[in-house]
């Protein structure tokens, strides 16, 4: 059985959904840190053109801007 490079988009999904529930818990400072794990795992494995770095980076946005 072989594992998954640390940077495989699963890992950034995986991060994304932990970002949706911190946030969804109130813990914003916790959920900014891993929308931004998964914004920087999706930028440099998926194409710049791909759907999850638009949705991720807004998530990071609207989190950034309730967290200051």
């Given at each position: 059985q072989?594992?998954?490079p640390s940077d495989h988009p699963d890992f950034g999904m995986?991060?994304?959904n932990l970002g949706l529930l911190y946030e969804g818990k109130g813990?914003?400072?916790e959920a900014l840190k891993y929308f931004?794990?998964?914004s920087g795992i999706f930028r440099a494995t998926l194409p710049a053109n791909?759907?999850?770095i638009g949705i991720?980076?807004?998530?990071v946005q609207r989190v950034s801007a309730r967290v200051r």
């Open positions: 072989k594992s998954l995986i991060f994304y813990q914003l400072a931004q794990k998964a791909h759907g999850f991720v980076d807004r998530d």
